[in-house]
């Protein structure tokens, strides 16, 4: 397995253990963080990772935010909804050091997603000292646009000023995805997150929309069903909208600045 499928890999895996934490929480549910929010980690606990250490995950439990044997370049792809090849002068430690970090955030309540990346962008900053800026450099990318027939999305019925949001669950193998409010620009970077390239929107679709995906994950190794179809034939049937390989100057992280922090 590339380097990129193991990143895809473990943000497929983050989508299981996301919807098995939802229904584990159902009982006794937290009142989510205000969606405008702008939480940071209280207290996080860093640690490298046992080398022999075979589990690999970012869990959300709640209040509680965990990563376990993830290297630098897993987390920061994560943080940024970006891909490995996205990352510029890295140094070598990015992939042969793997870490755990567990805190929980600085305010009551429960963070979602964007939040969950947020703080992860914000802890990268203070305690690995992280720099970067932003280039352009030509990659192999995934475009996506309009499949023939046109879009099958719906205009978001939320207020405007409403933020967006995505939710998900499992579907026995399958995977099922909720977005709210959300532009083509947010639906290609989570596209990202379960891909081996980036994604660029070339839809020219304005506006906000609420629409659902149903697929089933390439990497759970189940086969497609007619009814959770593999992620590519879902966005064309489901969403009317098609991913296309190619490649094309796209956005990437230049690293100016990190450290590996001190252990606590």
Request: hydrophobic share 40%; charged share 20%.
């Amino acid at each position: 397995m590339t380097a990129a499928r193991r990143t895809a890999h473990a943000f497929a895996v983050l989508l299981s253990t996301l919807a098995a934490c939802a229904q584990e929480n159902a009982a006794r549910p937290l009142i989510p963080i205000a969606p405008a929010a702008d939480p940071a980690f209280e207290v996080a606990v860093i640690k490298p990772a046992d080398p022999d250490d075979r589990n690999q995950g970012f869990r959300l439990n709640g209040r509680r935010i965990s990563i376990e044997n993830n290297s630098m370049t897993n987390i920061i792809c994560f943080a940024y909804s970006i891909q490995k090849n996205q990352i510029v002068n890295a140094p070598s430690w990015f992939d042969e050091q793997a870490w755990n970090i567990d805190g929980v955030p600085d305010m009551e309540g429960a963070p979602n997603w964007r939040q969950y990346r947020q703080m992860l962008q914000k802890l990268l900053s203070t305690r690995f000292g992280l720099v970067m800026h932003h280039d352009k450099r030509e990659l192999s990318v995934y475009t996506i646009g309009v499949a023939k027939g046109g879009p099958k999305l719906e205009k978001s019925k939320s207020g405007p000023d409403a933020l967006s949001d995505q939710s998900g669950h499992g579907v026995g193998t399958a995977q099922s995805m909720k977005f709210t409010n959300d532009n083509m620009t947010d639906f290609a970077q989570f596209l990202q997150l379960m891909l081996d390239r980036p994604v660029i929107d070339q839809t020219s679709l304005p506006g906000r929309y609420d629409f659902a995906l149903l697929w089933t994950p390439d990497a759970m190794h189940h086969a497609p069903t007619d009814t959770a179809p593999e992620l590519f034939t879902a966005v064309q049937e489901q969403l009317g909208l098609k991913l296309t390989a190619t490649r094309a100057p796209t956005d990437v992280f230049v690293i100016d600045a990190v450290t590996q922090p001190t252990p606590n």
